[in-house]
T-cell receptor, first 113, second 114 residues
Framework: GENVEQHPSTLSVQEGDSAVIKCTYS??????FPWYKQELGKRPQLIID?????GEKKDQRIAVTLNKTAKHFSLHITETQPEDSAVYFC????????????FGTGTRLLVSP | GAGVSQSPSNKVTEKGKDVELRCDPI?????LYWYRQSLGQGLEFLIY????????KSGLPSDRFSAERTGGSVSTLTIQRTQQEDSAVYLC????????????FGEGSRLTVL
């Protein structure tokens, strides 16, 4: 089945710096790659997603890149702010017909003022 | 309500007891997922329902775990003969699409097995 690996597990940056989180996946048929943000004690929420027919997608300070050949995708956050501090999860779709999402193990991002 | 609703929000039980966790998805969402999140860990897939099709149970960790979805809406996750390692937050999510779309998560049910 699909295996999604995520790195790093923790990431500390200074406010204003950029942060990059990387994920790899194993199922070459995966075609949907979302990123979820989970603030402390709250539910995960979608922040950005990308489909396999696109190499890059940007939404204000966040962007996601996808390399299907290498089977990896990354989340980029620029000009980080303290409110970006949270756990970020990547995911990849898997399965034929009905698709489910398999999540990475998460990255705890801490942005210091 | 407008979002995914889960109950109970917190459940403390003794080892060996059975527990039931309930999920009420967003109206009209055909896909429903259960995930488990242990302390400081990722989201472990448990089971996936899509419409009236047979569920994908490939993530259930043992035969003590089961889930059903009645009438294509409300779902119940049942854990029989609970063990301490079952302690976790159980998250339910629903989606409008047949999988490859945004998941809307509930607040979760925190299960503590003593």
């Amino acid at each position: 089945g699909e295996n999604v690996e995520q790195h790093p597990s923790t990431l500390s940056v200074q406010e204003g710096d950029s942060a990059v989180i990387k994920c790899t996946y194993s199922d070459s048929a995966s075609n949907y790659f979302p990123w979820y943000k989970q603030e402390l004690g709250k539910r995960p929420q979608l922040i950005i997603d990308i489909r396999s027919n696109v190499g890059e997608k940007k939404d204000q300070r966040i962007a996601v890149t996808l390399n299907k050949t290498a089977k990896h995708f990354s989340l980029h956050i620029t000009e980080t702010q303290p409110e970006d501090s949270a756990v970020y999860f990547c995911a990849a779709s898997t399965g034929t017909g009905f698709q489910k999402l398999v999540f990475g193990t998460g990255t705890r991002l801490l942005v210091s003022p | 309500g407008a979002g995914v609703s889960q109950s109970p929000s917190n459940k403390v039980t003794e080892k060996g007891k059975d527990v039931e966790l309930r999920c009420d998805p967003i109206s009209g969402h055909t896909a429903l997922y259960w995930y488990r999140q242990s302390l400081g860990q990722g989201l472990e897939f448990l089971i996936y329902f899509q419409g009236n099709s047979a569920p994908d149970k490939s993530g259930l960790p043992s035969d003590r775990f089961s889930a059903e979805r009645t009438g294509g809406s409300v779902s119940t996750l049942t854990i029989q003969r609970t063990q301490q390692e079952d302690s976790a937050v159980y998250l339910c999510a629903s989606s409008l699409d047949r999988g490859a779309g945004e998941l809307f998560f509930g607040e979760g049910s925190r299960l503590t097995v003593l």
